[in-house]
């Protein structure tokens, strides 16, 4: 059974990087887009990164505007979201999520909190 556990989340000032860490397992990766989703207080989760697990291809949310970037390591079964110039708005617990091309269902990871302050 796919696993994903996420690491790297804290507490950081605005402007400050965060660089968070998801290792798979459980799973033959090949054909999975693997991503990054994240969910504040009273909002729905919505998309921040992905990334295709052998094609490389990435796609980010409109808001991420290149402070963000999405990266794998086929050697440490991980994926891992850089995050950059970072704003209050940006406060959220974040998911990794791995989603084999050809269905529908997701994996999710337990999360990760980041919190910035302005």
């Known amino acids: 059974q796919v696993q994903l556990v996420e690491s790297g989340g804290g507490l950081v000032q605005a402007g400050g990087s965060l660089r968070l860490s998801c290792v798979a397992s459980?799973?033959?990766?090949?054909?999975?887009?693997m991503g990054w989703f994240r969910q504040a207080p009273g909002k729905e989760r919505e998309f921040v990164a992905a990334?295709?697990?052998?094609?490389?291809?990435?796609s980010y949310g409109d808001f991420v505007k290149g402070r963000f970037i999405i990266s794998r390591d086929y050697t440490k079964n991980s994926v891992y979201l850089q995050m950059n110039s970072l704003k209050p708005e940006d406060s959220a617990v974040y998911y990794c999520?791995?989603?084999?091309?050809?269905?529908?269902?997701?994996?999710w990871g337990q999360g990760t909190q980041v919190t910035v302050s302005s």
């Open positions: 990334i295709g697990w052998s094609s490389g291809q990435t």
């Open positions: 999520a791995a989603r084999r091309v050809t269905e529908a269902f997701f994996y």
């Open positions: 459980g799973g033959i990766f090949s054909d999975y887009r």
